[in-house]
């Protein structure tokens, strides 16, 4: 197993920093490694505290019979991308609460969540081989009116209410974020979009 001798805080900016890692290899070779993380310090970092938070949340939400999905803009791509709503959890705030905050800023809709089992929702890591970033899944049923109103300037959202036939088309066509492709495989062969969440792990 690899061993980290040191941790150097190589940024200091609000929503992400690159960590440099002194570490040794299983063969015994010294090098860098580095790492992306929302952690403000190094002692927050998930490798020295061994705590697995949340950094965000995304959530798998159905309203009028459809899944609820956002097409954003994102820097790293300079492009659109397919995604649940998500967000980050802020501090004093727990992911149930973050995940009706953000469904509300992102897309107008009320979020009703459905209670899972804590294997479904617990925060699970997105990009390990660069980020510590963890995010938990919240899932429920929305309801009322579709508005770009509540979300942030910086923010670039389109609200998207996708039947199957459109699902299809956007697996196929366009770009997605992994965490979302999967539920939206889900959603195309379950004749019951959460029935999978009643089985037990």
């Known amino acids: 197993m690899g061993i980290i001798k040191n941790v150097t805080k190589q940024t200091d900016n609000k929503f992400l920093n690159i960590y440099e890692l002194d570490r040794e290899n299983k063969a015994g070779r010294s090098g860098k490694y580095w790492v992306a993380s929302r952690a403000k310090t190094t002692e927050d970092l998930k490798l020295k505290s061994g705590i697995v938070n949340p950094d965000g949340i995304i959530i798998y939400a159905i309203c009028e019979g459809k899944v609820v999905l956002i097409r954003q ?3 790293p791509l300079n492009g659109y991308i397919y995604e649940f709503p998500a967000g980050l959890v802020d501090e004093g705030e727990d992911m149930m609460e973050a995940g009706i905050r953000e469904m509300k800023e992102e897309t107008g809709l009320t979020l009703e969540p459905i209670p899972v089992d804590a294997a479904y929702s617990k925060p699970y890591f997105t990009s390990v081989g660069m980020s510590d970033e963890a995010c938990g899944t919240i899932y429920g049923y929305a309801f009322g009116e579709v508005t770009q109103k509540y979300q ?8 998207v209410l996708a039947d199957k036939a459109e699902i299809r088309r956007i697996l196929k066509e366009e770009n997605v974020a992994i965490m979302c492709s999967y539920m939206l495989m889900h ?6 979009p959460f029935a999978f969440l009643r089985e037990e792990i």
Do not use: A, M
């Open 187 to 192: 959603y195309l062969q379950d004749d019951e």
């Open 152 to 159: 942030e300037e910086s923010e670039e959202i389109e609200i």
């Open 73 to 75: 803009y994102r820097y």
